[in-house]
């Protein structure tokens, strides 16, 4: 069962193991450094004790294992920005759009939200799959990158 939850300290690693290998061509990144991971919960963390909060980073926790990472950054407007991370050993078992599906009812139901729009490279047709069978349509293309709503 997917679970998504909120970071704590001693997720650094598994957060460096899910921003590492083919998982970050297509983020535009390199991997993780153990030191950034650590950096990067603890700033992860202080975004989620903020009031309101403006960008949610919640771990996808299946049976105790952190196999990923999903994003809702909020607009004044009310409006949601989604993006998602898995790690590359688990690809291509449902858990991106297990995770997506959950995050758009928490966008709605928990963060007050009251539209979502997500986008991804047009070398990355499986992140449009996620987004397809999460709910969302396609809305066009902005800056190169293929854009979706909901
Ligand atoms: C994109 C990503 C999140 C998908 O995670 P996942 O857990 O494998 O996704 P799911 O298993 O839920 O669904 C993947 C879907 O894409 C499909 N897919 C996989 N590769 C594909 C390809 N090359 N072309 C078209 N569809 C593809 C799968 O068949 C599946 O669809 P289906 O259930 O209809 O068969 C994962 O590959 C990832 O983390 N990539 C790196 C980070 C990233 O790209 N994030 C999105 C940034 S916009």
């Known amino acids: 069962m997917i679970m998504l939850r909120f970071l704590t300290a001693t997720d650094a690693p598994a957060v460096r193991r899910v921003y590492s290998g083919a998982a970050t061509r297509f983020l535009g990144r390199s991997a993780m450094t153990s030191q950034e991971a650590g950096e990067y919960v603890s700033r992860v963390r202080e975004w989620a004790a903020a009031a309101p909060v403006e960008q949610y980073v919640l771990g996808v926790d299946v049976s ?5 990472v999903v994003k809702l950054g909020r607009r004044p407007s009310g409006h ?17 759009t297990g995770a997506v599906e959950e995050l758009v009812t928490f966008a709605f139901a928990t963060a007050g939200l009251d539209s979502l729009g997500a986008r991804h490279r047009p070398d990355n047709p499986a992140s449009g799959r996620v987004l397809m069978k999460a709910g969302f349509t396609r809305v066009g293309e902005v800056n190169a990158m293929i854009e979706y709503r909901l």
């Open 64 to 68: 105790g294992d952190l196999l990923g």
């Open 80 to 96: 949601g920005r989604v993006s998602y991370v898995l790690r590359e050993d688990r690809w291509g078992q449902g858990y991106a």
